[in-house]
């Protein structure tokens, strides 16, 4: 019995030295990852691929229902017409107003995404400025993994409403702070453009991408298989921006600017072209997805597979736009305002030219026109909204991009309502030249961001005081009371460091406006 017994004791020893040893492999290796982590320009890397991942999810899983709500609400739209049946209460004007009823109910359904996002928006961007931006993107996609493990198992059209809705108050959070992320890690411009251009090829990927994959395992897998997929997805870039963000351990903020209110924003000149341009260039977008497959239908007489495949071809010339404007804005940063009127032009003459196609093939080339114009204001407007806020405001970047979030969900929201209306009323030849005339006029507006480029930061009254002294008793007071404010802010002024102060750390109301050179 001894030796059985010494044996098993020898064994267990070695058992728990094997564990202790791995234990301490796995130890070494977590430290090893967190002093690679350490290093900025790897940790921008990665921070990058968690964003585009999260902007990636949030598209697919609003385009990815295109092709299974639809066949699905009509599936317990007639079992509940059999139900009716079996109650022997139905007749023809019931089975008509049932119609009428559930081409709202899909409209409603796909517009009840934006129509929320857009409501969240002004209230997240705040919420980003005070908190930081990892908080807020690690709520989002939690609130995202939540309403598509929902979307997964909904059995009714409440259910599905309820997981759409909060799919937009996730994506006013993730897509938000993700996006002013980057702005705020990238801080040279040539940098900022690229890993903005990467980010808008991933959202145009995840839109054009969903809605064949939904399609494809929707129908051969079942209903609940693609939903799960992308929660599982959701669920491993949460872990990911957990481990490396850090977002419950990070204190940064407490020596971080305060950012300017939103509202502000929204009436400052330059940020309202933008956000006006970024409207008008999506509303193409938004009001073809919910027309173009009926009128393909009724014209061309387009098979399933066909419309299914409709905006596919565009994601090519959607990331080679992305592609071109980096490598321009790179050579001629002082033209992004150009590369944006460019895109504009594109989209209307894309616009106008849709109702003349006659043919699948045909319909291609307005499409793909489309698309690159996008990219190209897309990619030229998004980084003017950081660089304006680096010298007209507080460098914090959570509300301005809730502007430009706002812009997005504006188009997305009216297309699935009016674009119908539209269509119905006027028709679709009318629909697409008003979209496209609407771009071609909208283009020389943005020459008033012509001189952008030549703004440098304004100078504070602080430094102004600084510079020219006080003169009068007044200027002294206040002065002094701008330093008690500002304390606490930032603890890295020294006796040469005044401008570095001035420039991260002014208040929103010393920062009314910028000089031009």
Same mark, same amino acid.
């Given at each position: 019995?001894? !030796?059985e017994t010494?044996t098993?004791a020898?064994?267990a020893?070695?058992?728990?030295?094997?564990?202790?040893?791995?234990?301490?492999?796995m130890?070494?290796?977590t430290k090893?990852?967190?002093?690679?982590?350490?290093?900025? *320009?790897?940790?921008?890397?990665?921070i990058?691929?968690?964003v585009?991942?999260a902007l990636?999810?949030?598209?697919?899983?609003?385009?990815v229902?295109v092709?299974i709500?639809p066949?699905?609400l009509? *599936?317990?739209?007639?079992?509940?017409?059999?139900g009716?049946?079996?109650s022997?209460?139905?007749?023809?004007?019931?089975?008509?107003v049932?119609?009428?009823?559930?081409?709202?109910?899909?409209?409603?359904?796909?517009?009840?995404k934006?129509v929320v996002?857009?409501?969240?928006n002004p209230l997240?961007?705040?919420?980003i400025?005070?908190?930081g931006?990892?908080?807020p993107l690690?709520?989002g996609l939690?609130?995202?993994?939540?309403?598509t493990v929902?979307f997964?198992?909904?059995?009714?059209y409440?259910?599905?409403?309820?997981?759409r809705?909060?799919?937009g #108050?996730?994506?006013?959070f993730?897509?938000?702070s993700g996006?002013?992320?980057?702005?705020?890690?990238?801080?040279e411009?040539?940098?900022?453009s690229?890993?903005?251009?990467?980010?808008l090829?991933?959202?145009?990927?995840?839109s054009?991408?969903a !809605?064949?994959f939904?399609?494809?395992?929707?129908?051969?897998a079942?209903?609940?298989?693609?939903?799960?997929?992308?929660?599982a997805m959701?669920?491993?870039d949460?872990v990911?921006?957990l481990?490396v963000l850090k977002?419950f351990?990070?204190?940064e903020?407490?020596?971080?600017p305060?950012?300017?209110p939103?509202?502000?924003l929204?009436?400052?000149?330059y940020?309202?072209?933008v956000?006006?341009?970024l409207?008008v260039c999506n509303?193409?977008?938004a009001?073809?997805?919910p027309?173009?497959?009926?009128?393909?239908?009724?014209?061309m007489?387009?098979?399933?597979?066909?419309?299914?495949?409709?905006?596919? !071809?565009?994601?090519f010339?959607h990331?080679l736009?992305?592609f071109?404007?980096v490598k321009l804005?790179?050579?001629?940063?002082?033209?992004q305002w150009f590369?944006g009127?460019?895109?504009?032009?594109?989209i209307?003459?894309s616009?106008c030219t849709? !109702?003349?196609?006659k043919?699948?093939?045909q319909?291609?080339?307005p499409?793909?026109?489309?698309?690159f114009g996008?990219a190209?204001v897309?990619t030229?407007?998004?980084?003017t909204l950081?660089f304006?806020?680096?010298?007209?405001?507080?460098s914090?970047?959570?509300?301005?991009?809730?502007i430009?979030?706002?812009?997005?969900?504006v188009?997305?929201?009216?297309?699935p309502?009016?674009a119908?209306?539209?269509?119905?009323?006027?028709?679709?030849i009318q629909?697409?030249l008003?979209?496209?005339?609407?771009?071609?006029?909208?283009?020389?507006?943005?020459?008033?961001?012509?001189n952008?480029?030549?703004m440098?930061?304004s100078?504070?009254e602080?430094?102004? #005081?600084?510079e020219?002294?006080t003169?009068?008793l007044?200027?002294t007071?206040k002065?002094?009371?701008?330093?008690?404010k500002?304390?606490g802010?930032?603890?890295?002024?020294?006796?040469?460091g005044?401008?570095?102060?001035a420039?991260?750390?002014y208040?929103e109301? *010393?920062?009314?406006?910028g000089?031009y050179?």
């Amino acid at each position: 019995m001894e !030796p059985e017994t010494n044996t098993e004791a020898a064994a267990a020893t070695n058992l728990a030295q094997t564990a202790a040893s791995k234990l301490s492999q796995m130890s070494e290796r977590t430290k090893q990852l967190g002093t690679v982590m350490q290093d900025p *320009e790897r940790q921008k890397r990665v921070i990058l691929v968690i964003v585009c991942v999260a902007l990636l999810l949030d598209n697919m899983l609003y385009m990815v229902i295109v092709p299974i709500i639809p066949d699905y609400l009509e *599936e317990l739209q007639k079992q509940a017409e059999r139900g009716v049946v079996r109650s022997n209460f139905t007749n023809g004007t019931v089975h008509k107003v049932a119609k009428e009823n559930f081409d709202v109910q899909i409209g409603v359904l796909f517009a009840s995404k934006a129509v929320v996002q857009l409501l969240v928006n002004p209230l997240s961007g705040t919420f980003i400025d005070r908190v930081g931006y990892d908080i807020p993107l690690f709520i989002g996609l939690n609130i995202m993994f939540l309403s598509t493990v929902i979307f997964a198992f909904a059995e009714n059209y409440a259910t599905l409403f309820i997981a759409r809705s909060m799919q937009g #108050l996730g994506s006013a959070f993730a897509d938000t702070s993700g996006i002013a992320l980057i702005a705020d890690r990238y801080t040279e411009e040539a940098a900022r453009s690229k890993a903005l251009g990467i980010a808008l090829a991933f959202i145009s990927f995840g839109s054009l991408v969903a !809605p064949p994959f939904g399609g494809l395992l929707y129908e051969f897998a079942g209903k609940h298989v693609p939903f799960i997929v992308l929660a599982a997805m959701c669920l491993g870039d949460g872990v990911m921006c957990l481990a490396v963000l850090k977002p419950f351990s990070n204190r940064e903020r407490e020596n971080m600017p305060v950012g300017t209110p939103i509202y502000k924003l929204m009436v400052d000149p330059y940020i309202a072209v933008v956000a006006g341009a970024l409207i008008v260039c999506n509303i193409p977008l938004a009001f073809l997805e919910p027309t173009i497959a009926n009128w393909m239908e009724d014209t061309m007489h387009s098979e399933q597979w066909q419309v299914g495949l409709t905006w596919f !071809p565009a994601f090519f010339p959607h990331v080679l736009g992305v592609f071109l404007t980096v490598k321009l804005a790179a050579k001629y940063p002082h033209l992004q305002w150009f590369y944006g009127a460019i895109g504009m032009v594109f989209i209307g003459a894309s616009s106008c030219t849709i !109702p003349a196609c006659k043919t699948f093939g045909q319909l291609m080339i307005p499409l793909c026109g489309i698309c690159f114009g996008i990219a190209f204001v897309d990619t030229a407007l998004l980084p003017t909204l950081a660089f304006l806020v680096d010298v007209r405001h507080v460098s914090v970047y959570g509300s301005v991009y809730a502007i430009a979030d706002i812009s997005y969900c504006v188009a997305y929201a009216m297309g699935p309502i009016v674009a119908g209306k539209i269509v119905h009323d006027l028709g679709f030849i009318q629909l697409n030249l008003g979209m496209g005339l609407a771009n071609l006029l909208y283009a020389p507006a943005l020459l008033l961001l012509k001189n952008v480029s030549k703004m440098k930061p304004s100078h504070s009254e602080r430094n102004m #005081l600084l510079e020219d002294g006080t003169t009068g008793l007044y200027d002294t007071i206040k002065m002094e009371h701008r330093e008690k404010k500002k304390k606490g802010l930032c603890t890295t002024i020294d006796e040469n460091g005044i401008e570095t102060f001035a420039q991260r750390s002014y208040s929103e109301e *010393e920062s009314s406006g910028g000089e031009y050179a």
